[in-house]
T-cell receptor, first 113, second 116 residues
Framework: NAGVTQTPKFQVLKTGQSMTLQCAQD?????MSWYRQDPGMGLRLIHY???????DQGEVPNGYNVSRSTTEDFPLRLLSAAPSQTSVYFC????????????FGPGTRLTVT | QKEVEQDPGPLSVPEGAIVSLNCTYS??????FMWYRQYSRKGPGLLMY????GNKEDGRFTAQVDKSSKYISLFIRDSQPSDSATYLC????????????????FGKGTKLSVKP
């Protein structure tokens, strides 16, 4: 049981490049979410999903897309990277919703130059 | 004013001290209150969960919710160096069935260091 896995662990992008952050869970959880964590800002919700085929925006969705074609996978796409997207990104999953225990992945540290 | 306020610290205490960590909030609709613990360069993990008001105790940890004052606290008794981490409060007004209103709002986190 691997829990929540994220790849890559580190990434450096140039402004304007696109990329996909991968997230997978093997706990058959319905709820999955993406957060970004910036110094002095805490965790902020980017997008979330309550099940396969269902996604919605969180607090800071601009510049990011998500899809949920399977229960296990919830990739986050950066469309055109900007320096303001330099952050640590965490994927999380929980059994059915946000107030169930959310299991977080190890994070992806992204730097946009 | 942000919905959830948390002093980022850092907070440094000697081993064995009682630690008090706090968050205040402005939305009186919050009902679900959580504390997540995050070790350096790791993802957060759930530490304590409280629904509505009252206290909850788990070993050396006690979570308190005072809805009349819009204030939640986490107490750590007999603190240990292994408690050194960032503590994030999180809260939700509507829970799992509230759609977007159920999503967690996190505080900024308080960085705690327990010195041996």
């Amino acid at each position: 049981n691997a829990g929540v896995t994220q790849t890559p662990k580190f990434q450096v992008l140039k402004t304007g490049q696109s990329m996909t952050l991968q997230c997978a869970q093997d706990m058959n959880h319905e709820y999955m979410s993406w957060y970004r964590q910036d110094p002095g800002m805490g965790l902020r919700l980017i997008h979330y999903s309550v099940g396969a085929g269902i996604t919605d925006q969180g607090e800071v969705p601009n510049g990011y897309n998500v899809s949920r074609s399977t229960t296990e996978d919830f990739p986050l796409r950066l469309l055109s990277a900007a320096p303001s997207q330099t952050s640590v990104y965490f994927c999380a999953s929980s059994y059915s919703g946000p107030t169930d225990e959310q299991y977080f992945g190890p994070g992806t540290r992204l730097t946009v130059t | 004013q942000k919905e959830v306020e948390q002093d980022p610290g850092p907070l440094s205490v000697p081993e064995g001290a009682i630690v008090s960590l706090n968050c205040t909030y402005s939305n009186s609709a919050f009902q679900y209150f959580m504390w997540y613990r995050q070790y350096s360069r790791k993802g957060p993990g759930l530490l304590m969960y409280t629904y509505s008001s009252g206290n909850k105790e788990d070993g050396r940890f006690t979570a308190q919710v005072d809805k009349s004052s819009k204030y939640i606290s986490l107490f750590i008794r007999d603190s240990q160096p292994s408690d050194s981490a960032t503590y994030l409060c999180a809260m939700s007004p509507a829970g799992n069935y509230g759609g977007s209103q159920g999503n967690l709002i996190f505080g900024k986190g308080t960085k705690l260091s327990v010195k041996p």
